[in-house]
């Protein structure tokens, strides 16, 4: 091989593989070095070098220079197992690097197969890895489709290198935000706290530098544009997005919304939040299977313990209820179908039949729940949205 083809050869091997230049010369001059060692039998005074510029190869034994397409195919066929090895090496290394630096990163890529339920995604000439318990609860993906998702991990599994993704994560919905949502992307808004049950609800805690900027507003849109494409990409998991208050009690009442809050007290020693809430707020409070006040106490960072007013007042008054409390299990007061007027009867009865009964049982429905139930029409599926929205 003359110079010019060595260097035709190592540009392209370097741009197929990502692996620097001078490395692929240093990995052949070792390779033919220990060709040399095998055909000679002997490590003493060799020496091969290549010039960088004309692609000259140079091997010396001792004094004498030595003729590389001489040296017979076993120590050539190890030369090249040598040079192999190394490529792999690199290779595994210049895929590492770039990867692990971009750890929590948001990257967009095609699902290639499956096996036992992982999708292996590809990022170009990259496979990543997203595994059953990283996807979405009950989404589908099928070969050829484009996918969101952030890295999660990336390790070495021997020679190669692993590269896991995640749906679930809530840094999926923060670098989503970023992308949708120029303000944030621009640091004028920024989000404080994130906090997921992915596929179900997510609540998001943001804050602006610029008073002038209603930071809840630019995140929803106009008639909701924006948060409706992040909302569509996650397959209809609500958000809510609520402003961050460095205030405690303030911050909790803003992240049990929907539901409002009468009172709260705080303890800073044990990081709890005692919420008072009306009888009429304690279900949209809790939320399906606990999980309004759930998220609401993982966003703050505090515990928050509910009581109803009635409640509330049995037990302190006018007072934080800071004192031991003996174990209990909370129960929330829910509200009949049949006694929220704006329903109307028939639709309480389609409900009903249904399964529904109370407030608490279609909190967590979208609308096309709804419209899965017999006798509920488009427009009664939006009104019944609306009422959820309002209460």
């Not at 990502?18 to 070792?30: A, D, R, T």
Request: net charge negative.
């Amino acid at each position: 091989m003359n110079g010019a083809e060595l260097l035709k050869g190592v540009d392209f091997v370097s741009r197929e593989r990502n692996i620097s230049k001078e490395v692929i010369f240093s990995s052949i001059e070792k390779a033919v070095r220990l060709a040399i060692q095998k055909c000679f039998d002997d490590e003493e005074g060799i020496a091969v070098t290549i010039d960088r510029q004309s692609g000259v190869m140079q091997a010396l034994k001792g004094e004498k220079e030595l003729a590389t397409e001489e040296l017979g195919r076993i120590p050539a066929q190890a030369a090249k197992q040598v040079l192999i090895q190394n490529f792999r090496e690199e290779e595994s290394n210049a895929v590492f690097n770039e990867f692990d630096a971009k750890k929590g990163e948001l990257v967009h890529g095609t699902v290639g197969r499956f096996e036992g339920g992982a999708a292996t995604v590809s990022l170009g000439k990259t496979e990543c890895l997203l595994p059953r318990g990283e996807q979405i609860p009950g989404e589908t993906h099928h070969v050829g489709e484009r996918v969101k998702a952030v890295i999660l991990e990336v390790k070495r599994v021997g020679h190669r290198v692993r590269i896991i993704l995640s749906r679930t994560h809530p840094d999926l919905i923060r670098r989503m935000f970023e992308n949708e949502i120029p303000e944030i992307n621009d640091r004028t808004i920024e989000i404080k706290a994130v906090a997921r049950e992915s596929g179900y609800r997510t609540k998001v805690a943001v804050s602006s530098v610029d008073m002038k900027v209603d930071c809840v507003g630019a995140c929803v849109g106009v008639r909701g544009s924006r948060i409706k494409n992040i909302v569509d990409e996650l397959g209809g998991e609500r958000i809510d997005i609520v402003p961050w208050s460095s205030d405690p009690e303030r911050f909790a009442k803003l992240a049990l919304a929907p539901a409002r809050v009468a009172r709260v007290f705080s303890d800073a020693v044990s990081k709890t939040i005692q919420a008072v809430v009306d009888e009429d707020q304690l279900s949209l409070a809790i939320g399906r299977n606990g999980q309004n006040v759930r998220l609401a106490s993982e966003l703050t960072g505090w515990k928050i313990d509910l009581y109803s007013s009635r409640e509330w007042l049995e037990r302190g008054g006018e007072t934080p209820l800071f004192a031991p409390l003996p174990e209990e299990v909370t129960a929330a007061a829910d509200v009949r179908l049949a006694d929220i007027g704006a329903l109307g009867p028939a639709t309480v009865a389609v409900l009903e039949d249904a399964g529904y009964r109370t407030l608490n049982d279609i909190i967590d429905l979208d609308r096309d729940d709804f419209l899965r139930l017999p006798g509920i029409a488009p427009e009664e599926a939006d009104r019944l949205m609306a009422i959820i929205n309002e209460l």
